[in-house]
């Protein structure tokens, strides 16, 4: 079994924010599979389904950004999941809208959901998918995250989200190194 985990800020106020990229990504993967009928566990919405022919459960943690690691490190541990049978999606203000950027460990590198997710693992050896939602100009980095993508900048992240797919069922199915060398190639 994999954990596929898209952070973001649950309820209404966030939806279309740049910070809730990892939500929409876990959104179009369970699309894409016909996975539906969300339950609620560790804090989380929780999907049960087969992606690229692997028993995923796709993670939306409800705990808002910051306390993502409480219903990260309670799934790991009640499946008993190594941190490689884990992937994070997650906002990346370093990165243009349409890019991403596949690690198979690293830092939080400022994300306070990655921040958390390692404070309550013990660990920053785990895979995570970063998806560019652009830079903030004059606005403070939070309100900027926490701001909605512009008409053009969905326009450009809709076919990133289908980009954030096919890498994600490339890791399920040839794992990390190869899928970094598939999806990172010009970064």
């Not at 973001?8 to 599979?33: I, W």
């Not at 991403?100 to 590198?109: D, Q, V």
């Not at 309100?143 to 797919?165: H, M, S, W, Y």
Request: glycine content about 10%; hydrophobic content about 40%; some cysteine.
């Amino acid at each position: 079994m994999k954990l596929i985990v898209g952070l973001g800020n649950p309820s209404s106020d966030y939806v279309k924010t740049r910070h809730n990229a990892g939500f929409m990504a876990v959104e179009r993967l369970a699309q894409r599979h016909g996975i539906s009928g969300v339950k609620t566990n560790f804090h989380a919405g929780i999907l049960d389904g087969r992606v690229a022919g692997h028993r995923c459960l796709l993670v939306q943690p409800m705990t808002y950004m910051n306390r993502s690691g409480l219903t990260v490190s309670e799934a790991m541990n009640f499946y008993k999941l190594d941190p490689e049978d884990m992937l994070v999606i997650v906002d990346e203000v370093a990165l243009d809208v349409g890019t991403i950027r596949l690690r198979a460990t690293g830092s939080a590198g400022g994300h306070n959901g990655l921040k958390d997710i390692e404070a309550k693992l013990g660990t920053a050896d785990y895979p995570r998918l970063r998806i560019g939602v652009g830079s903030p100009t004059r606005a403070a980095r939070k309100d900027f995250v926490l701001g909605r993508f512009t008409e053009d900048q969905l326009a450009d992240l809709d076919p990133t989200l289908n980009r954030v797919c096919d890498c994600i069922e490339s890791w399920l199915n040839v794992g990390i190194e190869k899928t970094m060398s598939l999806y990172n190639a010009g970064l």
